[in-house]
């Protein structure tokens, strides 16, 4: 079962990165894969089950989303009224006092998974046929902060950091890859292709790039969807 596959993937990955020690300016460190296991055993049980045409890669969890729900991109109202996942989501130890988890009682909105799960519920009306055929997971499953509270993303990291990081979560991938066998790999950004192009290379697997839908871009608050669907069709990855 690939769903089984994928849980174990996970649990190796989280194992794995909690043997790494992060000095400041990174002062907190979350791994939803622990205090927000149930909702992304949920998800992966769910959706994870099968072979796939397409994997989206993200970097790592936004603060109001995976880091909230424990999925990938998971703005917390697309994860509960799209997907129908809602769990038990726990505080990480030690938890930064800018940046509380609160679970799917989070009142803040994920920019990024709210354009990114809204474009597959408009492009392919239910889970079930978007999942069909597209998984999403992110390459580093870890939500990283300084004392400020600021978000610090993967490619911010000192490279005797990174280095060992980048070594797992390459790992990771390829059991992932290996797992689900797909055609496509898409990095959402182009961090995601970076890294999809150096672990997967000599893997029977053709990787791109969409755009991200940060809020950050001008390109994608210019309209995202569009844009990510011209990204698709340029791919010839044919969307509904």
């Known amino acids: 079962m690939s769903s089984l596959k994928l849980s174990v993937i996970s649990r190796k990955l989280s194992d794995d990165l909690r043997a790494l020690r992060f000095e400041e300016p990174t002062t907190h460190v979350y791994d939803p894969l622990v205090y927000a296991w149930e909702p992304h055993a949920m998800y992966l049980e769910r959706f994870g089950e099968g072979a796939k045409e ?18 990938p991109f ?3 109202a697309m994860v509960r009224d799209w997907m129908g996942i809602e769990a038990e989501v726990k505080a990480p130890e030690p938890s930064h006092p800018k940046r509380p988890i609160t679970g799917f009682s989070c009142t803040r909105s994920e920019v990024s998974g709210r354009r990114l799960w809204g474009w597959a519920k408009d492009s392919f009306k239910t889970p079930q046929s978007f999942f069909s055929r597209f998984f999403v997971v992110n390459y580093c499953p870890l939500v990283f902060m300084e004392l400020s509270g600021k978000n610090r993303t993967p490619d911010k990291l000192p490279a005797a950091e990174r280095t060992p990081l980048e070594e797992r979560c390459d790992l990771a991938l390829r ?36 755009l991200h839908p940060s809020p950050a871009s001008p390109a994608a608050n210019r309209g995202w969807a569009a ?3 011209r990204d698709f069709q340029r791919l010839k990855i044919p969307i509904p």
């Open 227 to 229: 844009a990510a669907t």
């Open 74 to 76: 998971g703005e917390i």
């Open 54 to 71: 397409v994997i989206l890669l993200g970097m790592n969890p936004g603060p109001y989303g995976m880091a909230q729900t424990g999925v």
């Open 175 to 210: 059991e992932v890859v290996e797992t689900l066998q797909p055609r496509w790999v898409v990095g959402v950004g182009a961090f995601a292709e970076n890294r999809a192009r150096l672990a997967l290379e000599g893997v029977s697997v053709s990787v791109g790039r969409i």
